[in-house]
């Protein structure tokens, strides 16, 4: 770096720093860093993946299509980043043998379907509302990739109250429930797609929208 870009860039950081703005802050980050985060787990390129929802009980007579809906929107957002180098089983094929048989592991499931390895989302507690007045998601889950062959965890990522939106809840005069439902599934299925490819390292701190 030249003498004069030294500057030009300390200049910028210094007057960063004296505004004291956050977005200012966060676009030195991008220029010095970059915007995309690594993949938590990178091993599911060139495999043939099954991905399982499982949900309780409860959850199954609340939001009864949440693990068919989650599960198969995870599997769109993988295979628009992927594409041809990953070999997803269709949604509807696992959905099938999953309602004509008992099972109760993820392994299980997709040694059925004869994939290579199953990304399993345990679904522990789901609420979409805070209050008589307010939707917002909130979700216990742990995601985990198994090898169907070896029974084999290669990764385990559980995630404790994740909330959607995040800072605040979101009046119920301004969404449907149905529509509701299906932004924060939506989002709540790419938080667990992008542990899977480099995703916005800062997305988290950008401000909640109540367009889903």
Same mark, same amino acid.
């Given at each position: &770096?030249?003498?004069?870009?030294? /500057?030009?860039?300390?200049?910028?950081?210094?007057? $960063?720093? &004296?505004?004291?703005?956050?977005?200012?802050?966060? +676009?030195? *980050?991008?220029? $010095?860093?970059?915007?995309?985060?690594?993949?938590?787990?990178?091993? /599911?390129?060139? @495999?043939?993946?099954? %991905?399982?929802?499982?949900?309780?009980?409860?959850?199954?007579?609340?939001?009864?299509? $949440?693990?068919?809906? *989650?599960?198969?929107?995870?599997? &769109?957002?993988? @295979?628009?980043?992927?594409?041809?180098? $990953?070999? /997803?089983?269709?949604? =509807?094929?696992?959905?099938?043998?999953?309602?004509?048989?008992?099972?109760?592991?993820?392994?299980?499931?997709?040694?059925?379907?004869?994939?290579?390895?199953?990304?399993?989302?345990?679904?522990?507690?789901? +609420? &979409? =509302?805070?209050? !008589?007045? /307010?939707?917002?998601?909130?979700?216990? *889950?742990?995601?985990?990739?198994?090898?169907?062959?070896?029974?084999?965890?290669?990764?385990?990522? !559980?995630?404790?109250?994740?909330?959607?939106?995040?800072?605040?809840?979101?009046?119920?005069?301004? @969404?449907?429930?149905?529509?509701?439902?299906?932004?924060?599934?939506?989002?709540? =299925? @790419?938080? %667990?797609?992008?542990?899977?490819? !480099?995703?916005?390292?800062?997305?988290?701190?950008?401000?909640?929208?109540?367009?889903?």
């Amino acid at each position: &770096m030249n003498r004069r870009n030294f /500057l030009v860039g300390t200049g910028a950081a210094t007057t $960063i720093m &004296m505004s004291g703005c956050q977005s200012a802050l966060f +676009s030195l *980050m991008y220029m $010095i860093k970059g915007n995309d985060k690594p993949a938590e787990y990178d091993g /599911l390129k060139n @495999k043939k993946v099954a %991905i399982v929802c499982r949900r309780p009980t409860d959850i199954q007579y609340n939001y009864g299509d $949440i693990d068919f809906d *989650m599960a198969s929107r995870v599997g &769109m957002m993988l @295979k628009s980043y992927y594409k041809k180098e $990953i070999n /997803l089983v269709g949604p =509807s094929v696992v959905r099938t043998w999953a309602d004509q048989n008992t099972w109760y592991e993820f392994v299980e499931v997709g040694s059925a379907v004869h994939a290579e390895v199953v990304l399993g989302i345990d679904l522990e507690s789901v +609420s &979409m =509302s805070e209050g !008589p007045t /307010l939707h917002r998601g909130t979700f216990d *889950m742990t995601v985990t990739v198994t090898d169907c062959k070896t029974e084999e965890v290669l990764f385990r990522r !559980p995630f404790s109250r994740l909330q959607y939106p995040r800072d605040r809840g979101l009046p119920k005069t301004e @969404k449907t429930d149905r529509d509701f439902y299906e932004g924060c599934v939506t989002q709540m =299925s @790419k938080k %667990i797609a992008e542990l899977f490819y !480099p995703s916005d390292r800062y997305q988290d701190f950008s401000p909640d929208s109540a367009d889903m």
